[in-house]
């Protein structure tokens, strides 16, 4: 049976403020709270597991698969997470950090094909994105520690900040070419090379879990990798309904329910951070001054591909609220929702018309359009 | 107003307390508290049982106690501590866990949890 939990939520605040006027919305009531009875006593056939895979929890939600049948598909989106993560780990000795070697001595390697288009999509996002996405940031992170599974104590000096930046090389200075020979990537910078697909392979992963999923058959199921998510199909006869994590609080700030087959992906400054003299650090750091961003709270970004709305959630962050809208054009993303630090709300019309608040009062918004 | 208009508006209001309790009551609190460590079956403990457990995971032991139909981790050997910072859990799908330690503690239950997933 259909049920949105949510929306009978808000029925019920509207009706009490009712009760005296309408005897038609009490009796509608009634019966309403005997659907809510049936419906919450259905168990829906959804199986729901957590891995932990890629350095996160990765949860795997599916509808209409049995417990041995879940466990297995579990099991192998497990180990094709771990795989990609070795041969993209940019800390770890493994194919990554050998390229890394590699370009920094000779400014050449040759590579798969695979891998080959994996790094060009991830330039084209950073060229796209006017380098607020860049894959190409790792020396700059390691300095700040956040490369690691426990986070950092204190940031570095500013001379060193200084010093990282002018060691960044210019996406320019890329090409990637194919020939009968193989796929060849060189880069012409002198500089120390540090590919760090952090902010973008956890997007390509999880397409590419969806992907197996889809041969296996299963055409109705979310995967979600540390908070960032793509979900397929639906939950039987409703749709998947998506919660978006409050920036300041615990709590879920807004609800969307996914229309057969979206990415949600969402970057804020609460999911990495130290604090240090009574400031706080975060993860994101902006590629243009070596700090991180300081415009906002949160970003969300709903895209049909994880890997564009995972680079996207983190440049849209570091545009901050006055250059947004042009990225996101540039990148091709018409849902984007900030949260800024006060909680006001700055989102598409796209995402407008489908976003659900949960909290209250609710929030300032303010809609914008894309150029 | 009717006779029957009132007996509806009784009833109506009788209800309400029913709804509430529906909406927000215990279909929203969890009843287990669910345990993986990597490469580990899960565990799964009741949230009525007040106890505490030590959990063996990458780096040492994590201690996890649940008091009062709620969990949290209260000691762990990680250098941060977030998953101590953050506090207790109660409802339905609410997760936190100790990364470096490679352990996840979420809350089930056999309501409704509000939503599918959460993206954060």
New interface residues.
């Given amino acids: 049976m259909s049920?949105n939990?949510?929306w009978?939520?808000h029925f019920?605040l509207f009706t009490?403020a009712s009760?005296t006027r309408s005897?038609s919305f009490?009796?509608a009531?009634?019966l309403l709270?005997g659907v809510?009875?049936c419906?919450?006593n259905d168990d829906?056939p959804?199986y729901r597991n957590?891995?932990?895979a890629f350095?996160?929890?990765v949860?795997v939600?599916l509808f209409d698969i049995d417990e041995t049948e879940g466990d297995r598909l579990s099991k192998d989106i497990r180990e094709m997470m771990e795989e990609f993560h070795h041969h993209w780990h940019a800390w770890q000795p493994g194919p990554l950090t050998a390229l890394n070697n590699a370009l920094s001595q000779t400014g050449y390697s040759k590579i798969s094909a695979e891998d080959g288009q994996l790094i060009a999509q991830s330039l084209t996002l950073a060229k796209t994105s006017e380098g607020l996405f860049n894959p190409i940031l790792g020396k700059l992170i390691a300095l700040w520690g956040f490369q690691g599974?426990?986070?950092p104590l204190s940031p570095p000096s500013k001379q060193n900040i200084e010093e990282a930046m002018t060691l960044i090389p210019s996406i320019d200075k890329f090409t990637i070419n194919s020939d009968d020979k193989g796929t060849h990537l060189s880069v012409a910078s002198g500089k120390p090379i540090h590919f760090d697909l952090g902010g973008f392979a956890k997007g390509v992963i999880v397409d590419r879990s969806i992907e197996y999923l889809r041969r296996q058959g299963v055409n109705n199921a979310?995967i979600?990798a540390g908070?960032?998510?793509r979900?397929i199909g639906s939950?039987g006869e409703r749709p998947?309904?998506?919660?978006?994590?409050h920036p300041r609080d615990?709590g879920?700030f807004a609800?969307i329910t996914i229309n057969k087959d979206e990415s949600?992906?969402?970057s804020?400054d609460?999911?990495r951070y130290?604090e240090y003299e009574g400031k706080r650090y975060h993860h994101i750091i902006d590629p243009r001054n070596g700090y991180p961003a300081d415009s906002v709270a949160s970003v969300?970004v709903l895209h049909h591909d994880s890997a564009t709305a995972d680079a996207a959630a983190t440049a849209l962050f570091i545009a901050g609220t006055q250059q947004w809208q042009r990225i996101a054009k540039s990148m091709g993303v018409e849902h984007v929702m900030l949260i800024d630090k006060e909680n006001k709300v700055y989102l598409t019309p796209e995402l407008a018309q489908r976003m659900e608040y949960e909290v209250s009062p609710p929030p300032v918004v303010e809609i914008r359009e894309l150029p | 107003m009717t006779r029957v208009d009132l007996l509806i508006m009784i009833i109506a209001v009788a209800a309400l307390p029913l709804l509430y309790l529906q909406l927000w009551g215990p279909n929203y609190r969890g009843t287990e508290v669910n345990i993986i460590v990597a490469d580990q079956k899960p565990q799964r403990h009741s949230l009525l049982r007040d106890q505490t457990l030590a959990i063996k995971g990458k780096l040492g032991d994590s201690i996890i106690t649940i008091n009062n139909g709620k969990a949290a981790f209260i000691e762990s050997p990680c250098r941060n501590k977030q998953c101590i910072h953050s506090g207790w859990h109660s409802r339905n799908g609410d997760t936190t866990a100790c990364l470096p330690n490679r352990i996840t503690l979420s809350v089930v239950g056999d309501g409704i949890a509000r939503f599918d997933s959460v993206t954060f």
Avoid: C, M, P
């Fill in positions: 049920l939990v949510n009978l939520k019920h009490l009760t005897v009490l009796f009531l009634i709270s809510v009875a419906s919450s829906e959804i957590q891995i932990l350095g996160t929890i949860e939600t599974e426990e986070t979310i979600n908070g960032d998510l979900a939950a998947w309904r998506i919660g978006i994590r615990l879920v609800s949600i992906f969402t804020g609460y999911e130290f969300t």
